[in-house]
């Protein structure tokens, strides 16, 4: 990569920023500012991706024209200069840190990514770059055209500012959404349950080896974990802090970019509407004041990514090719199967790349014990809203296993991990607010509904 | 009781923390251990590539290339090395589109042949090659670029 190019690069990422900020501090500017630039490289990232997928080549038209705006409306709403942040909060950032120089020295290492990441997602990336308008035609024959464009989008955006596709770019996004996801984490548990549990919380997310591999490895897992975690943790805020319909936007957004990053992602989308509904199905009125503001943050993203589906007409191996499927749902042999490759995959969560890493699940589980279980927190809107929306997930990719037209075996060795994965990051956020709060009688406002 | 309190209070995270450097140093660790770049896969196969992709730009080609390997001289079934190699050429080979016996990676097959044609020789040059083509380029990495005679 030429000096030239990483600072082009550079503007792109920055850019991408700015508008994410613009858009959370127009959304949640009550919210503390670290919170908003946790989710500002995600929400400007998915942000940027519609508009290159829309206009192509954006830098100097959309983009130059929506940037002025953007820092207008920055520099308006200035914050008064924020107080230094707590000592403690500075092991994060060196744990941060220390993690970026080993993503950065593994990019360089590997910076086509793995055998997804090169195959899939970064082949869609050089059709979006290098095919011209002929994309659209030319990606029904590559490897699952299906998949949503987030990820490639934002890597081809790179590269444009770049001039040229620099392959090193393609892990760009999953380092930045890595680092993100940890600072989202140690923000959300930090406002709602103080700051050494946020920072614990944040230090074992960025400590866990199988995250860090997958932030390199140029596969969409971490950008989707990431939109999980990021919709989770404002549903989370909205319930115990801000009760204001515009957190609910930007959680709607969030869950439009995971249906826009992978075809789980639409799983999620269901499976947030069902949380956010189910408990006030008969009631009306709240029943809209939820779904409303979250369907208007979603609009945009699910727009574009039905938009791309029925355009690119792409194929689905999992739907397309599903045969005797009432077979396979009372086949018990394949439930068993399925729950002892999870069991399996869930220590390989902890343990991952063999035996030079300390398990995750000993941290967790003296991060449980220092502060003990609060089950007022537990019984929170918010936190059973993403307990249940993890579950639904949860059963839903049980079920397109037990269905699906793979060979199972394969299907489970090849994908359990990163479907775990999917869910960590979010796991650590619920398992994180269902700690006491450090100050005793500090807590949550509990919004009723 | 007050004791415990105060080991748990200060112990514990710093043993969380304590864990999480660790893991984070093992990580950069099991990286440094890793082939250099030069030696991955991809960033091999873009470089024995990069000619015939020079070529093509400069003769101005379009259309989709076909792929063979010694197995389809030979007409054997394909070798797990020869899925690897042709999935790797779809990727450095973008937009171009690499087809296999008539097949791209996936959708719709390709009913006509392709006017050029790569030779992904891996394991060894052919004595011969068929008739019906003409060497275009051999980029002396095992790799030949072909163009179809026309009938």
């Known amino acids: 990569m030429t000096a030239a190019s990483f600072v082009t690069s550079s503007i792109g990422l920055l850019l991408a920023c700015t508008f994410g900020y613009a858009i959370t501090t127009y959304l949640i500017s009550s919210l503390p500012r670290y919170f908003r630039w946790a989710l500002a490289p995600g929400v400007g990232l998915g942000f940027c991706s519609f508009i ?15 940037a002025v705006p953007a820092l207008w409306y920055l520099f308006r709403h200035k914050a008064p200069r924020p107080t230094w942040p707590p000592v403690l909060t500075l092991v994060l950032v060196a744990a941060m840190v220390l993690a970026a120089a080993g993503l950065t020295e593994r990019v360089e290492r590997i910076p086509h990514g793995e055998w997804d990441g090169w195959a ?26 299906d998949y949503p464009l987030l990820t490639p989008a934002a890597t081809a955006r ?6 040229t596709d620099i392959p090193e770019q393609g892990a760009l996004l999953g380092v930045v959404l890595a680092l993100s996801g940890a600072a989202v984490v140690a923000s959300t548990v930090g ?19 199988l995250y860090l591999q997958h932030a390199t490895s140029q596969y969409a897992d971490v950008p989707l974990s990431f939109f999980f975690l990021s919709t989770i943790a404002l549903i989370c805020v909205y319930a115990e802090l801000n009760p204001d319909k515009r957190v609910l936007v930007l959680a709607g957004f969030t869950a439009g970019c995971a249906a826009w990053t992978k075809n789980e992602g639409l799983l999620f989308v269901a499976a947030v509407c069902v949380a956010l509904a189910l408990p006030v199905l008969r009631m009306g009125s709240k029943l809209r004041a939820r779904l409303i503001p979250f369907g208007t943050g979603l609009a945009l993203p699910l727009a574009i990514t ?22 396979k749902l009372m086949d018990l042999s394949r439930h068993t199967q399925i729950v002892e490759f999870s069991i399996r995959a869930l220590r390989l969560l902890g343990q991952s790349f063999g035996q030079w890493s300390i398990s995750v699940w000993v941290p967790l589980f003296l991060f449980i014990l220092y502060r003990g279980i609060d089950r007022r927190a537990m019984q929170n809107p918010g936190y059973l809203t993403g307990l249940m929306t993890l579950g ?32 960590w ?12 709060h450090e100050e005793r009688g500090k807590g949550m406002i509990y919004v009723k509904s | 009781m007050r004791v415990v309190n105060s080991i748990r209070q200060h112990l514990v995270p710093t043993i969380i923390i304590a864990i999480g450097f660790a893991n984070i140093l093992s990580f950069i660790h099991h990286t440094a251990s890793l082939p250099t770049r030069n030696l991955d896969p991809i960033v091999v196969q873009e470089e024995r590539y990069r000619t015939i992709r020079e070529l093509l730009v400069e003769v101005g080609y379009t259309g989709t290339i076909d792929f063979i390997t010694n197995r389809d001289l030979k007409s054997e079934p394909p070798s797990v090395q020869d899925g690897v190699e042709f999935a790797q050429s779809q990727y450095v080979m973008v937009p171009w589109i690499v ?15 392709s006017r050029f044609v790569i030779g992904d020789f891996w394991d060894s040059e052919p004595a011969e090659i068929p008739a019906n083509l003409v060497q275009f380029h051999n980029t002396g990495r095992g790799l030949i670029l072909f163009r179809r005679k026309q009938p």
């Open chain 1, 191 to 209: 406002m709602l349950r103080g700051t050494t549990n946020g920072v614990l919380a944040g230090v074992i997310l960025v400590s866990t080896p």
């Open chain 1, 158 to 163: 790179f590269w444009r500012f770049a001039g």
């Open chain 1, 392 to 423: 639904i997930v949860t059963a839903g990719y049980y079920m397109v296993y037990v269905v699906t037209p793979q060979d199972l075996a394969w299907h489970l060795d090849s994908s359990i991990n990163r479907l775990l994965l999917h869910l």
């Open chain 1, 120 to 145: 899939i997602w970064n082949t869609h990336a050089r059709l979006l770059f290098r095919d011209g308008s002929n994309w659209k035609n030319d990606i029904k024959y590559s490897f699952h055209p």
């Open chain 1, 52 to 66: 290159f997928v829309l206009f192509r080549r954006p830098m100097f038209t959309i983009e130059a024209a929506l």
């Open chain 2, 99 to 113: 087809v296999r016996n008539g097949l791209p990676p996936t959708g719709p097959p390709f009913m006509e042949d």
């Open chain 1, 306 to 327: 039905i938009f791309f589906k029925v355009a690119v007409l792409g194929h689905s191996d999992l739907i397309g090719e599903q045969t005797n499927t009432f077979g």
């Open chain 1, 425 to 436: 990051p979010s796991a650590l956020l619920l398992t994180g607010l269902a700690l006491k």
